[in-house]
């Protein structure tokens, strides 16, 4: 978490400074970015709001996940210049404590607000509506997911940038009568690498 | 141009209202209660049942090494014969004779062209020594043999004899047994062929001092059964493909099964055949692909009650289910097929580690 932090610091440091040496960038409304992005998946938790047994909420490892990856494509379009709407498709997995795979398909409409712009360095929140396809142990799922998303990235030049990501991703799964009690919310904590290209 | 990119989004959100009304509800279990519940693998897989003793308490399977034993409170799993390149051990039964305690196996050799050949070995479980030889036995579940060539069927825990004539093609076998001391039935359900194409479903029980065979009439069912579970007179098998619900009240008045019209939710398609019967609480249970599934019969009235188990001895054990054996009385062992072995205790609605 240490390192996280300083690397975030030093890109953030990097970007202030070689911002003051070029001619800055600014968004117009129209201007488009694609970015890919590659990194870990942290399991945070698993809520099941209407479990009867206990409190129905499980953390870390508790929650029988284990460390995982994540790698994922977006494309945004600016509708002003701080604001931007698109798409981000991914796929996550993690291995289960059963040594089976949970993988996850994310495919969401995306909004990103960009409240810090030097020109080389942009500071995005995000936030993902959409649905992800669920996969584990010969069960399929299609559900609800959201990820809310920090970045900071660090532009080398007028269009490529590299930079880090982390957020929250969270699945749902919805069920009703007597498969209430599996209705549940799963969140993944994703660490990120991330490419971007923008013009 | 520019409304093109919005176009996009808001096509990205109906597809994506569009496909969660497609969403698969079929699971018995919520995906994520089954992730949370897993168990540790053990690095083995354990592929069948041999069998359990309970003077040394020690259990005997079958995993991709070999065939196994693991003693209760211990973790280790030793390999008492492996597998090799020219032998891998299909099937094995615990059993002993005259005091004496012994494993019979049946192995073939995969670097053969013709891998029907089959072998069996006795291992003698005082010496660890092996007598094989090329085998007129054709298959093991749980205390019955099967001889070759098709003529016989019999039991090796008391010597008594159930034929099965004209046998010409076993095409399944199911075994299972019950989880309470009284009535103590182990059983055999043997869908076969006899040399005249004509096809049975044949239902073989031991009490422990008598082998009965029945042979159930199915017109009225699917005779592609996936599980059964028996008491003394009662059987109940399920279906296949939908999962139905077929009884037989006494057996030993009529063998015709009849159909209940209700089934389980839960899918049989690839579990394998684990069946059993609750006298204390007159329950029987299967496990399917995603749960137990429990069945209360109200034999007066003809009315069944179906629930899937998810908690309590079937807790954390969910997951693929290599076979079942009693090992005491409300208690059954559970060979997992990935998380090792665990005994179910019906009385105290609980689960734990062999």
């Given amino acids: ?199 | 141009m520019k409304k093109s990119p919005i176009a996009i989004s808001i096509s990205i959100i109906l597809l994506c209202c569009l496909a969660f009304t497609g969403c698969n509800l079929d699971a018995k279990v919520g995906i994520f209660r089954k992730v949370s519940t897993s168990t540790e693998t053990k690095g083995v897989r354990i592929t069948s049942a041999a069998g359990y003793d309970s003077a040394s308490t020690t259990a005997y399977f079958i995993t991709d090494s070999g065939l196994c034993k693991q003693v209760k409170g211990n973790d280790d799993i030793t390999v008492l014969v492996a597998n090799t390149e020219t032998m891998h051990i299909k099937q094995a039964s615990f059993y002993t004779n005259s005091g004496v305690q012994y494993i019979k196996y049946l192995y073939q050799n995969p670097t053969q062209d013709n891998q029907t050949t089959i072998y069996t070995s006795t291992l003698t479980l005082s010496m660890l020594t092996s007598s094989t030889a090329v085998s007129t036995t054709s298959g093991i579940y749980a205390g019955f043999e099967v001889t070759d060539g098709g003529k016989t069927f019999t039991s090796l825990q008391n010597g008594e004899m159930a034929t099965l004539t004209n046998l010409s093609r076993m095409n399944k076998v199911i075994t299972n047994s019950n989880a309470s001391s009284s009535p103590n039935v182990n059983a055999l359900l043997v869908y076969w062929t006899d040399t005249s194409s004509s096809e049975f479903l044949t239902l073989i029980t031991d009490n422990g001092t008598t082998v009965s065979k029945y042979n159930i009439g199915y017109s009225a069912i699917d005779k592609d059964i996936a599980s059964f579970a028996c008491n003394s007179n009662a059987v109940i098998l399920i279906g296949k493909e939908n999962s139905d619900i077929y009884y037989i009240t006494d057996i030993t008045a009529s063998t015709e099964a009849a159909d209940s019209n209700k089934n389980l939710s839960d899918s049989f398609s690839n579990s394998p055949a684990i069946g059993f019967f609750d006298s204390a609480n007159s329950v029987f249970y299967f496990k399917g692909n995603d749960a137990y599934n429990s069945v209360k019969w109200n034999t007066a009235e003809t009315s069944f009650t179906v629930d899937d188990v998810t908690d309590g001895f079937a807790e954390g054990l969910l997951e693929s289910t290599s076979g079942a054996v009693k090992i005491a009385n409300d208690q059954m062992l559970v060979f997992t097929e990935d998380s090792g072995l665990f005994i179910l205790d019906l009385t105290s609605n609980s689960n734990s580690e062999f």
């Fill in chain 1, 1 to 199: 978490m240490k390192k996280t932090i300083t690397a975030l610091v030093l890109i953030a440091l990097i970007a202030v400074m070689s911002a003051s040496a070029a001619e800055a960038y600014s968004y117009e409304t129209g201007d488009q970015a694609f970015s890919f992005k590659a990194g870990l998946t942290i399991p945070a938790f698993i809520w099941f709001p209407n479990d009867s047994t206990d409190s129905g909420f499980v953390s870390g490892s508790e929650t029988h996940m284990k460390l995982g990856g994540i790698g994922s494509l977006s494309y945004m379009y600016f509708v002003s210049p701080k604001i931007a709407i698109g798409g981000t498709l991914g796929y996550s997995f993690n291995y289960s404590r059963s040594a089976e795979l949970v993988t996850e398909v994310p495919i969401m409409a995306k909004a990103s607000w960009y409240p810090v712009q030097t020109g080389r360095f942009d500071l995005i929140a995000s936030l993902s509506l959409g649905i992800a396809f669920t996969r584990y142990s010969g069960g399929f799922y299609t559900s609800p997911a959201a990820e809310i998303e920090i970045e900071p990235v660090f532009y080398f030049n007028d269009n490529w940038g590299i930079g880090i990501s982390s957020g929250l991703l969270g699945v749902s799964e919805i069920y009703w009568k007597e498969k209430k009690e599996d209705t549940s919310i799963a969140a993944l904590a994703p660490i990120k690498l991330t490419c971007h290209y923008r013009h």
